[in-house]
Structure formats: structure tokens, C-alpha cells
């Protein structure tokens, strides 16, 4: 089945500086990659997704990017905020479905 | 329009004890799904329901049982739960199966079996 790496798995980085995740992937067939933020204690949200026609998205602070040939994917957040404290986690379905492998996570932790 | 809810939000059950998690979804959605979540393992899927009248096993279905009882409704169920099955579960839909659909989660549902 998809297996999905994600790391690191503990990032902290100072308020305003950028933070970089990176998952790999290893369905070739996978078109579909989201990224989900879970606050503590609450639901994973999605954030932004990014589909296999096109290498990069951005929605303000947030990016992701995509490198179909290395079959990885990574999330950029750039001036980052004591807000984006959370785990995040990226996902890819197997094939064409939606049954999303997810990464382990990672917790980021943003210190004022 | 509430979204995904999921019933109840904590249990503590003992060993060997029943339990039923009830999942309701007021969009419409024709896939629903049910995963946990344990520390450092991310989310995995444990059933999914495809449409209405179907559904099949996810990534670790073992000693969990699931109903699509309707479009609204999922639920998962425990017949003989076991300390390794205690973690945050939760249920979620999306519009189709296809990918590229946002799947919804609900806000969980913590179980701890002792």
C-alpha cells in the first residue's frame, strides 16, 4: 500500500521566521496530496491541498510544493505566528481514491 | 449545519466490554470514513463507506465492525474491546470518493479501555 514519510517530527522555529515540512510518497499513481492542521485537542483541518498537475500552490502564508519525479511534497509556512502552533499532517491516496495514507506528523511549535 | 458529530466524546470501557461510536453528517456526503489516531502514528483508516450500502476495511479493521445505516450515518463498533484499541477515534466524510474530495473530520472521540 501508499506508504507516506513525513518530516521532521518536532520542528520549533522563532515567531516570523519560516517553517519547511516535507513528506514523500511511494504511489506513483497518487495525484491528490492535502495538508491538515490539528490544534490540541481538536479535529484535523485541512488546510491546502495541491493536486499532481500543478508543482506549487500558495494560499498567503502557506505553500506546498510538488516534485512528482522524487515523489515528495512539503509544506512552506513563511512568517510564521504563534497561531500556527499545531501538528501538521500530510496525506496521499492510493491511487485514485480517497483512502488517505497520512504522515506521522509533525509538531510545530512557534516561540514568541 | 453542523457538520460531522460524533457520539459519545469520552469512554473509559473495561476489557472485554461493548461499545457502538455514532456518526452523523448533515452535508450530504456519500463517503464517510472512521480512523484513529494514536501519538507519533498519525491518522489510520479503519473503515470507509464508499457510498451509501457499502463498505469496506481500511488499513487495521481487526475487532472493529461497521453500519452505514443511511447517507447521514456511520458507525463503528467494538465487540470485545482491548487496551490496544485505546485511542482518539474519528469519524469523517466527504462529497465522493474520488480524490481530490476535502474529507470532514468530526471533533473525536476519546476511548481508553483498561
Known amino acids: 500500500g501508499e506508504n507516506v514519510e513525513q518530516h521532521p517530527s518536532t520542528l520549533s522555529v522563532q515567531e516570523g521566521d519560516s517553517a519547511v515540512i516535507k513528506c514523500t510518497y511511494s504511489?506513483?499513481?497518487?495525484?491528490?496530496f492535502p495538508w491538515y492542521k490539528q490544534e490540541l485537542g481538536k479535529r484535523p483541518q485541512l488546510i491546502i491541498d495541491?493536486?499532481?498537475?500543478?508543482g506549487e500552490k500558495k494560499d498567503q502564508r502557506i505553500a506546498v510544493t510538488l516534485n512528482k519525479t522524487a515523489k515528495h511534497f512539503s509544506l512552506h509556512i513563511t512568517e510564521t505566528q504563534p497561531e500556527d502552533s499545531a501538528v501538521y499532517f500530510c496525506?496521499?491516496?492510493?491511487?485514485?481514491?480517497?483512502?488517505?495514507?497520512f504522515g506521522g506528523g509533525t509538531r510545530v511549535l512557534v516561540k514568541p | 449545519n453542523a457538520g460531522v458529530t460524533q457520539t459519545p466524546k469520552f469512554q473509559v470501557l473495561k476489557t472485554g466490554q461493548s461499545m457502538t461510536l455514532q456518526c452523523a453528517q448533515d452535508?450530504?456526503?456519500?463517503?464517510m470514513y472512521w480512523y484513529r489516531q494514536d501519538p507519533g502514528m498519525g491518522l489510520r483508516l479503519i473503515y470507509y463507506?464508499?457510498?451509501?450500502?457499502?463498505?469496506d476495511k481500511g488499513e487495521v479493521p481487526n475487532g472493529y465492525n461497521v453500519s452505514r445505516l443511511n447517507k447521514r450515518e456511520f458507525s463503528l463498533r467494538l465487540e470485545s474491546a482491548a487496551p490496544s484499541q485505546t485511542s482518539v477515534y474519528f469519524c469523517?466524510?466527504?462529497?465522493?470518493?474520488?480524490?481530490?474530495?476535502?474529507?470532514?473530520f468530526g471533533e473525536g472521540s476519546w476511548l481508553t479501555v483498561v
Open positions: 469523517a466524510s466527504s462529497e465522493a470518493f474520488m480524490g481530490g474530495n476535502t474529507i470532514y
Open positions: 504511489d506513483s499513481a497518487s495525484n491528490y
Open positions: 495541491i493536486r499532481s498537475n500543478v
Open positions: 496525506a496521499a491516496p492510493k491511487a485514485a481514491g480517497n483512502k488517505l495514507t
Open positions: 452535508m450530504n456526503h456519500n463517503s
Open positions: 463507506s464508499a457510498s451509501e450500502g457499502t463498505t
